[in-house]
């Protein structure tokens, strides 16, 4: 779709753990293989689990569930009961240009909690690290293009960058929930 610039709509799963005091936050991050995704990027660092393409008529919240089973990291549990559990929390936007073309992206974002001793299945490689980790990979050139916003809007969320510590904090909410998917009625 990008080819031809129409907009394209993601889901993001974000999966974090809390420690039971509540003092300390961590997030399962995802290692793709330049084999299992889009043409332009190479070895990334990704959220939990992303759809970069919502299939038409599709529920977000049914989407990310079943695409959660697909990752086959929560041996042992249902649909029933992930749906349960997963916490829709908006949307975020990104213009993007690719190999391809550019499109607007609109990813929706779901966040899920999960107790400190998960441990993802291991179809694919995940990593679980701290914010300020998780703030290094999306500054550096190895964390996926399209998840940077859906990266930086938990971060916000969560309280891990906040005016104090990022005065033009409001310049970035503004970029990345601006609703390009508008622009193309």
């Known amino acids: ?5 129409l907009p394209q ?10 420690s039971s005091d509540n003092s300390e936050k961590r997030i399962w991050l995802r290692r793709k293989s330049k084999a299992s995704q889009r043409l332009d990027c190479g070895d990334t660092i990704d959220t939990f689990t992303s759809i970069d393409c919502l299939p038409k008529g599709k529920e977000v919240k049914a989407a990310a569930v079943e695409q959660l089973i697909k990752t086959e990291a929560f041996d042992g549990q249902n649909s029933d009961e992930i749906a349960r559990k997963i916490q829709p929390f908006g ?10 073309g550019l499109h607007a992206q609109t990813n929706f974002i779901l966040d899920l909690r999960v107790p400190e001793t998960f441990e993802p299945g291991m ?22 293009p399209l998840s940077i916003p859906v990266a930086v809007d938990w971060l916000i969320r969560h309280g891990q960058v906040n005016f ?3 005065p ?18």
């Open 91 to 100: 949307s975020v936007s990104v213009l993007h240009l690719s190999d391809i």
């Open 164 to 166: 104090a510590t990022h």
């Open 9 to 18: 709509y993601g889901v993001h799963v974000n999966c974090y753990t809390q």
């Open 123 to 144: 179809k694919e490689e995940f990593i679980l690290v701290t914010p300020q980790e998780m703030m290094n990979f999306v500054l550096s050139q190895e964390f996926d």
């Open 168 to 185: 033009e904090i409001s310049q970035v909410l503004a970029e990345i929930h601006r609703p390009l998917h508008k622009l193309y009625k």
């Open 1 to 5: 779709l990008s080819l031809f610039g």
